[in-house]
């Protein structure tokens, strides 16, 4: 019998308004959904399997963090911010172009001297030097969701977007995605998470340039489609099973609702190497036949929500 | 864009960037700090004059820079290829000065109508092409998403090189192009919404010489398009054809040449293979390795410029609603 899975993680995707499948199905579901839903599904997840969330930076979550932290105070999960919440940037860089955008969101933290706090400098110094605008970044998006989190919530890892981290492979940035690991290692002693959809390009990359997946772990999509697997799904098996050293994160293990979910069990048990699976649920009934299934073993069913 | 052609060119090489031109200092600042083997040029015209190696320029600046740079490259190098991103430039005027000045050259030239490479809309135009839904008789489409909602600042709300049709229409007019021909007929009107100088909004209602008629709505100023969507329903003779980013839906009343009546609905991920490397979407990788694949033969790429020319003429029409 294949072995359980060490982690099991509740996306945020369909509560943001993301579906990889369809833009119409997208908007149905957020008509649904409101920040009520959004925590009794979290809770109906947490209570069924699931050990921790993995969210964008997204503004919408805040105040759901903050209803559930009044609401259930004593609720304990795991914390997987993503970050940048790409969209929200991509339209306030067409709203002020893309200096108007970086100057507005660092002129942000000239309120109340926060700038030198934070880098011991003035926004020119943040500016000035892409790493640190970085750090400075990841600083601002975490802090305001650690500060509103449930107590009890514990931050296990911190990732970067595929936008940045696929563009940092095609540009070779090594230090970059150097600097970004030893940054969340050193800050938040927590592993670097990092998305991407070019699972075999990634390893290559590290391997050339002799990095280390010690402090990392990586999310990328594994489902029996192949579905945003490239260059290869053959590929991504291939790299998948000649290394065990990898901390990978499954995603789009549904394939955006083309498989059937006893389906993509099925595959994912299947699959050598990989022990955690994150997926996105709309609604507590697909909550708890989700990570039931995924789970291998059925969990006592709990009411919905615990209050 | 220029950072994601960049990637994707780089990534599909398997090489560094090592050439670029940009005169944002703090871009420049940027990149010279992450990337310190570029040679960075302030200036694009002392870049194609110092660099003999350069095989072709991808250019992403702002759309009513696209016309002069162009002419200055072919000017400067004949054998110079050049992608740009769409749409070629802000008028059909320039466009037909940049079309009779690259005839006169050997330079592979193609613009990033990429809609082309998303395998939806080439699915879709496979299915038009062998005449699935019969002879076509109307359509609507639309290209959406959810951007201004109040007063925008910088060149795409400027009136001369702005405007939700610059902006946000091309693809979907490109598209009606490649799917019907050119309309004969137009009619419909513009709206402003947020915006001082320029339209937020486009209906135009168009008929072509097949007799198809139809409209395009065209905005960035609608709720709940979180991402940029275009979309087109196409009703024929034996049926409906509709297509968006996600998928193409053919409803057959009966049987076709090839298909026995029915609906079928492909999603994008059944139709979409898996690329060299992902940066954005698929096309994006598919569109870029067609135009390294042509700059060895100087051949031009579709959709070229001369392609690209009539979405200008066609927005040059719109413009005058």
Known sequence: ?307 | MGLLHAGVHSALQGAPLIVASEKEGFIVRMIQKMIPQAKIYEDYTEMVANEPDLEGVVITTPIHTHAPIIMDILKARENLGIFVEKPLCTNYSDAVKICTAVKRTKCANMVGFQKRYAATFKRAKDLLSTGEIGQPQFFKSYSFMSDIFRKGKGWRFDKESGGVTLEVGPHLLDLLIWYFGEPERLTGFRKRLYSEQVEDYVHAAMEFPSGLAGYADISWSIRNYRLPEVYVEVNGTNGVLTVCDDYVKLQLEGDSATTPAGTYLHRRPQLQPSVPFLLGDPEFCLQDQVFQDNLQTGRSSEPDFEDAAKVNSLMDKIGNL
Request: include cysteine; hydrophobic fraction near 45%; glycine fraction near 6%.
């Open chain 1, 1 to 307: 019998m294949a072995k359980p899975l060490e982690r099991v993680l509740i996306g945020d995707n369909p509560f943001i308004g993301v579906d990889h499948l369809s833009q119409d199905r997208a908007r149905e579901k957020l008509t649904l959904l409101n920040v009520q839903k959004e925590i009794s599904v979290l809770q109906t997840a947490f209570a069924n399997g699931a050990s921790g969330f993995v969210f964008s930076t997204h503004p919408a979550h805040l105040e759901a963090f903050s209803l559930l932290a009044k609401e259930n105070p004593e609720l304990s999960f795991e914390l997987y911010p993503l970050l940048p919440y790409a969209q929200g940037y991509v339209r306030s860089a067409t709203e002020k172009g893309m200096v108007g955008m970086i100057s507005e969101l660092f002129g942000q933290l000239s309120w109340g001297g926060k700038v030198k706090a934070l880098v011991g400098g003035g926004i020119s110094t943040i500016t000035a030097n892409p790493y640190k605008m970085l750090e400075t970044f990841v600083d601002m998006e975490i802090g305001r969701f650690l500060q509103v989190a449930p107590p009890k919530a514990k931050l296990k890892a911190v990732f970067l977007h595929e936008i940045i981290v696929d563009l940092a492979l095609s540009l070779q940035l090594r230090e970059l995605l150097e600097r970004y690991v030893s940054y969340i290692n050193g800050q938040y002693h927590v592993k670097a998470g990092l998305v991407t959809r070019n699972f075999e390009r990634l390893v290559q990359f590290f391997e050339r340039n002799g990095m280390s997946f010690d402090n990392t772990t990586i999310m990328t999509p594994f489902n029996k489609a192949g579905f945003q697997m490239n260059p290869t799904k053959e590929a991504c098996e291939r790299v998948l099973a000649q290394r065990s050293d990898i901390d990978v994160i499954a995603m789009s293990i549904l394939a955006a609702g083309m498989i059937r979910l006893d389906e993509a069990v099925g595959y994912i048990e299947n699959l050598p190497n990989l022990t955690s699976v994150v997926v996105g649920v709309s609604s507590e009934e697909h909550a708890v036949k989700t990570f039931q299934a995924l789970r291998a073993r059925p969990v006592e069913s709990r009411p919905l929500v615990a209050r």
